[in-house]
């Protein structure tokens, strides 16, 4: 089998990122920013032999670090917002649920569960 050598280009990469970070708000039930160093560092590691299989990975273990605290606290009513800077730097905070959340979740109650 020849696996050929053809790299995505940035605009793909970063699509795959954006995708990814969508998913995994969608699933966890929260707000979820990235900032340009954690983007980079994607960015990079997408360039290596594993191409973007470990974007999944690699975000999602970010941001279960970032809301670890987050889900002892659970608090009604809010939503949880989550900003991932870096691999190293993260931070989370609960902002009230608007209308837009309810529908949101009335939607996405298709096919996930949601809490409002």
Same mark, same amino acid.
């Given at each position: 089998?020849?696996?050929? $050598?053809? #790299? *995505?280009?940035?605009?793909?990469?970063?699509? %795959?990122?954006?995708?990814?970070?969508?998913? =995994?708000?969608?699933?966890?039930d929260c707000d979820l920013?990235?900032?340009?160093?954690?983007?980079?560092?994607?960015?990079?590691?997408?360039?290596?032999?594993?191409?973007?299989?470990?974007? $999944?990975? #690699? *975000?999602?273990?970010?941001?279960?670090?970032? %809301?670890?605290?987050?889900?002892?606290?659970? =608090?009604?009513?809010?939503?949880?917002?989550?900003?991932?800077?870096?691999?190293?730097?993260?931070?989370?905070?609960?902002?009230?649920?608007?209308?837009?959340?309810?529908?949101?979740?009335?939607?996405?109650?298709?096919?996930?569960?949601?809490?409002?």
């Open positions: 089998m020849t696996v050929g $050598d053809n #790299r *995505l280009g940035l605009k793909a990469i970063h699509r %795959i990122i954006d995708l990814t970070r969508q998913n =995994i708000a969608v699933e966890l920013t990235l900032g340009e160093p954690i983007k980079e560092e994607l960015t990079t590691a997408a360039n290596t032999e594993f191409g973007c299989r470990l974007i $999944d990975s #690699r *975000l999602r273990n970010v941001v279960l670090r970032a %809301i670890r605290p987050a889900l002892s606290e659970e =608090i009604p009513d809010k939503k949880l917002v989550v900003h991932i800077e870096s691999e190293d730097e993260m931070r989370y905070a609960w902002r009230d649920v608007t209308e837009i959340d309810i529908d949101d979740c009335m939607i996405a109650s298709i096919s996930y569960d949601c809490d409002y």
